[in-house]
């Protein structure tokens, strides 16, 4: 099938009845619904969408889709960074712009970071390897979800480098101490541990999406309602004796579980879904070297409350004792712009580079990141900034106060 061929193809599946929909607000804005045929035609992160959403099966596109309950918190996260507006600059030396930063003594070409998202392999054949040899040509922090479809030692292969890990430790701890002691052998620099599913999630778009798939998915799927099942066919899991799993995140969890976690974990050690200041101040005070800002991209809780804004809550409360990362929402570089003026000190995205990956592997991924870099330092120049340094409170202005 040629690329016009292709292209045909594709544009009658986003335009049929099922898919009229969406993506609503573009549709409504009168904007171009054309799918690209290529990575290098994409001009924003959206061209990627569009076409990852007609190639991809229903029930993957749901999983990639889905907030919890109403998805209030993944609209607000989307929405959430218009409620800021750039404060531009007028003759400065803007020449060169250099927007490198500094992460626990190791210096990064760009604030961008992958987030761990899970299951990569549902988006395209290459998976994670996929996202790791374009984090690798881009030059981008990686962090690895427990749910990946490869082992972190085939990932960190394809990085050229251990890639951070994320942890999913379950409510069995024999689990949690046989995955971090994995981790560490591969030689990961940190570990990322999530907080935000201890309450579950009731992700109802992804639920609705899977009724609508009529494949049969037994080939990669276990039919079995049990968490366990689906948990042991994951790589990271294999092996271990997961069969009294219940749930991803132990709910009785406390800061003493972080202490026991430090106890066997000799490097670096972040949380990730913190979005109060309260909670910031308690990880400051129990020792974690980072914390992210995050509510899991609107997949945890339905707070309606936009990760922008519990950024704009944690980071002040941290003031610069450890790193804040964030993540929930980033679609264009002004996005990542907003972040980094609020006070984060990376920005990561999971949505967008996965939509580049169902698009087309490595290379979408690739043009994903090499977009929102040219936006970043786009929206650099305009605000007079020359540096991720140099990128402040005063660069923006909260238009609900303004």
């Known amino acids: 099938m040629g690329d016009t061929t292709r292209r045909r193809v594709l544009q009658s599946i986003l335009a049929a009845p099922a898919l009229a929909g969406l993506p609503s607000a573009l549709r409504a804005s009168g904007e171009d619904d054309s799918l690209v045929a290529s990575a290098a035609e994409a001009l924003d992160v959206f061209d990627f969408e569009r076409l990852a959403r007609a190639k991809l099966p ?8 889905t907030g919890v309950d109403g998805d209030a918190t993944l609209r607000a996260n989307e929405a959430g960074f218009a409620n800021y507006s750039l404060r531009v600059r007028r003759l400065v030396d803007i020449s060169r712009i250099d927007t490198s930063i500094s992460l626990f003594g190791r210096t990064w070409p760009s604030p961008i970071f992958l987030d761990p998202v899970g299951s990569q392999r549902a988006f395209h054949p290459d998976g994670e390897i996929a996202s790791a040899r374009a984090a690798r040509s881009r030059k981008h922090l990686q962090m690895l979800s427990s749910f990946t479809s490869t082992g972190v030692e085939d990932v960190n292969a ?15 701890w024999s689990v949690a101490s046989a995955l971090v002691h994995r981790v560490e052998a591969a030689g990961c620099p940190v570990l990322v541990l999530t907080v935000d599913l201890q309450a579950g999630s009731n992700r109802l778009t992804l639920e ?15 039919s079995s309602p049990r968490l366990a ?12 004796d997961v069969k009294a799993v219940e749930d991803l995140t132990s709910p009785d969890m406390t800061w003493e579980y972080v202490k026991r976690l430090r106890d066997i974990w000799p490097r670096k050690l972040i949380i990730k879904g913190l979005v109060t200041r309260e909670d910031a101040l308690l990880a400051v005070e129990h020792g974690v070297d980072g914390i992210i800002a995050s509510n899991h991209g609107g997949r945890a809780e339905d707070s309606g409350r936009a990760s922008i804004d519990s950024l704009a809550e944690v980071a002040p409360a941290v003031a610069g004792r450890v790193p804040v990362l964030m993540d929930g929402g980033v679609r264009r570089g002004a996005d990542v712009f907003k972040a980094l003026a609020l006070g984060a ?10 939509w580049g990956l169902a698009s087309f592997g490595q290379e979408g991924v690739e043009r994903v990141l090499e977009i929102l870099q040219s936006e970043l330092a786009g929206n650099m120049r305009q605000a007079g900034t020359t540096s991720v340094a140099g990128i402040d409170a005063s660069h923006v202005v909260d238009r609900r106060r303004a």
């Open 345 to 354: 000190d990376a920005v990561g995205i999971g949505r967008p580079y996965i």
């Open 229 to 240: 099942d689906e948990v042991a066919r994951k790589p990271m899991y294999r092996g271990l």
């Open 58 to 65: 229903v029930a993957h596109w749901g999983y990639l889709k």
């Open 208 to 222: 609705r999406e899977k009724r609508r798939d009529s494949r049969d998915c037994t080939a990669c799927h276990t």
């Open 158 to 172: 394809a990085r050229g480098e251990p890639v951070w890990y994320q942890l999913y430790p379950t409510d069995q």
